[in-house]
């Protein structure tokens, strides 16, 4: 249970006691050696999803979570991982999940409505950038320490390019009380339809304190959410009561829409005037340039110079998923490299490391030819069985003392290429390299 606390992971966070666990996923409180900020980090066994095939969810939670920046969804801050493990470092909810507030008792309206429309706004955000949760439920809503909604676990959430050919989903998923019927008449549903019945059945529980469509006999339970036969405190508010009718509508094309569900009275009662602010751009990711996530112990003995002879590209921690094995996520579950690609990690500035490969090139007899931003081609003039062998290397900065090198076949015989990779040009990089793709570095992660 609490093999993991104390440990530092990557330098940069201390791990403490356990939050919770799942079958795949533990999560630990951890705090941020640089900035003291508490943080959850998820600890996810990449063996375990492997076997139960679930890697591609794991990809498309972090995909989803890339898109979604919003002030009442949980904040994924970094992707990490080793061989062994995924690391999800995510906003600490102090406030634990909304569930246990429920255990005490249904909630008055007011604090009722102001839970709903938090919900809301950050479910309408996320499918303004086509992401549907699919799995809402008051034990997936979290509250930070000011009491404030957010939403969490995208493990179940699905893309807009993942439905079928006639526009709809038709992977049943989700908790049974929470479902909606369409679900569970397997034909098909749209991902907003199916979310606007699951904030229903959240907003019942709030006022209630109870399910408002729950039996022991799940057949008899799914009969009731098919139907929509279900029935109204009496203390529900009448203005409630005629939203809750609107949104509990067993008939997904009449229920009513998110849009209209903010533009009704009782929901705008008391809403915060102050526009939610929430970063728009589909294509916002986690910066990693200077934050240091996978910068291993530093070496003293190497000394940067002022100067660069090429600036490399920098990346973030989404671009770190798509390259290398070891410590991305993609690479992780994909046993075989099959494009002749080299990766390796390196503690070297990038002019140490254009100087270490113009020396191995002159060693090979390759020309060298310089590209901006930290790219270099190594090319055989002479002609091979296929032509001239061209290697490109392109190097990307991770943070200012750490870079990720890759390097693949241009043009040229692929034969020749991997001998002179494994024969000539590895062993002269050994000095340099920290990690190569797919291999424990060095240096252990934790200490």
């Known amino acids: 249970m609490m093999e993991h606390k104390g440990k530092v992971l990557m330098e940069k966070y201390e791990l403490g006691r356990l939050l919770g666990q799942g079958t795949f996923a533990k999560v630990y409180y951890a705090r941020n050696l640089e900035t003291s900020q508490s943080v959850a980090v998820k600890v996810i066994d990449k063996e375990k999803i492997l076997k139960a095939e679930l890697a591609e969810q794991t990809l498309?939670?972090?995909?989803?979570?890339?898109?979604?920046?919003h002030p009442n969804v949980l904040e994924l801050y970094e992707v990490m991982a080793t061989k062994t493990k995924i690391y999800f470092i995510m906003e600490y909810a102090k406030g634990g999940e909304l569930f246990n507030k429920l255990a005490k008792g249904r909630l008055r309206e007011e604090r009722a409505r102001k839970y709903f429309q938090q919900l809301i706004s950050a479910v309408d955000f996320c499918h303004s950038r086509g992401v549907y949760h699919r799995d809402l439920k008051p034990?997936?809503?979290?509250?930070?320490e000011n009491g404030t909604l957010k939403v969490s676990d995208f493990g179940l959430s699905a893309l807009s390019d993942s439905k079928k050919q006639d526009g709809l989903f038709h992977t049943t998923c989700g908790t049974p009380a929470y479902v909606a019927p369409e679900i569970i008449r397997g034909k098909g549903y749209d991902g907003a339809e199916s979310d606007i019945w699951s904030c229903g059945v959240i907003l019942y529980v709030l006022l209630a304190g109870y399910l408002p469509l729950h039996d022991s006999n799940l057949m008899a339970m799914y009969r009731k959410i098919s139907k929509g036969d279900y029935a109204i405190p009496s203390w529900f508010s009448t203005d409630v009561r005629k939203l809750l009718t609107r949104i509990l509508d067993p008939n997904p094309k009449t229920r009513v829409s998110l849009a209209k569900i903010m533009d009704n009275p009782w929901f705008k009662k008391r809403l915060n005037s102050k526009p939610i602010e929430a970063k728009t751009e589909v294509n916002e990711s986690l910066p990693l340039d200077g934050d240091k996530a996978l910068v291993p112990p530093k070496n003293d003995a190497i000394n940067e110079p002022k100067r660069?002879?090429?600036?490399?590209?920098?990346?973030?921690?989404?671009?770190?998923?798509?390259?290398?094995?070891?410590?991305?996520?993609?690479?992780?579950?994909?046993?075989?490299?099959q494009k002749g690609e080299a990766k390796f990690t390196t503690t070297l500035p990038a002019s140490n490391i254009i100087s270490k490969l113009e020396d191995i090139a002159r060693e090979l007899r390759l020309h060298v030819t310089k590209k901006e931003r930290g790219m270099l081609k190594l090319e055989r003039l002479e002609e091979g069985r296929k032509g001239g062998l061209s290697i490109d290397a392109d190097i990307y900065e991770l943070s200012s003392s750490f870079h990720l090198v890759e390097m693949k076949k241009a043009a040229g015989d692929t034969l020749e290429y991997h001998i002179m990779l494994k024969q000539d040009i590895r062993p002269a990089l050994e000095d340099i390299v920290w990690a190569w793709q797919g291999e424990e570095p060095r240096l252990q992660h934790y200490h």
Do not use: H, Q, Y
């Open 308 to 337: 660069e002879l090429i600036k490399p590209a920098k990346m973030n921690a989404f671009d770190i998923i798509s390259l290398s094995t070891g410590f991305d996520l993609s690479g992780l579950f994909v046993e075989n490299n």
């Open 139 to 144: 034990e997936n809503l979290l509250l930070d």
């Open 60 to 69: 498309t939670e972090v995909s989803v979570m890339r898109l979604i920046k």
